[in-house]
């Protein structure tokens, strides 16, 4: 069992920049693949960046590429999204999520076990 609590959303302007935090209950974090989502109003939640159980791999949609990153701290039990230059569309509820130990990084909702609880992030314009 993994609980995940998000954190670290706010309202921004545009162009500017956040730190999204995600902490991890359990000693075995650092077994899971672990994921950010994004749920826009009316619209279904999507895949936005993933990282490896070991941290070495990372992958991201095309939509956040060059400005969003993924990280984690295994030994803080943590996953990071590090968001710059963000745009309106960048408006969602994000979510952390964790996939089953040792598997591969999933771009789908199903491929994931655990879900933190959800950090809104607002962007104006």
């Known amino acids: 069992q993994v609980q995940l609590v998000d954190s670290g959303g706010g309202l921004v302007q545009a162009g500017d920049s956040l730190r999204l935090s995600c902490a991890a209950s359990?000693?075995?974090?650092?077994?899971?693949?672990m994921a950010w989502f994004r749920q826009a109003p009316g619209k279904e939640r999507e895949f936005v960046a993933g990282?490896?159980?070991?941290?070495?791999?990372?992958y991201y949609a095309d939509s956040v590429k060059g400005r969003l990153t993924i990280s984690r701290d295994n030994a803080k039990n943590t996953v990071y999204l590090q968001m710059n230059s963000l745009k309106p569309e960048d408006t969602a509820v994000y979510y952390c999520?964790?996939?089953?130990?040792?598997?591969?990084?999933?771009?789908?909702?199903?491929?994931?076990?655990?879900w933190g609880q959800g950090t809104q992030v607002t962007v104006s314009s």
């Open positions: 999520a964790a996939q089953t130990p040792y598997t591969s990084i999933a771009t789908m909702t199903s491929g994931y076990v655990y």
């Open positions: 359990g000693r075995t974090f650092s077994r899971y693949p």
């Open positions: 990282i490896s159980w070991s941290g070495g791999k990372t």
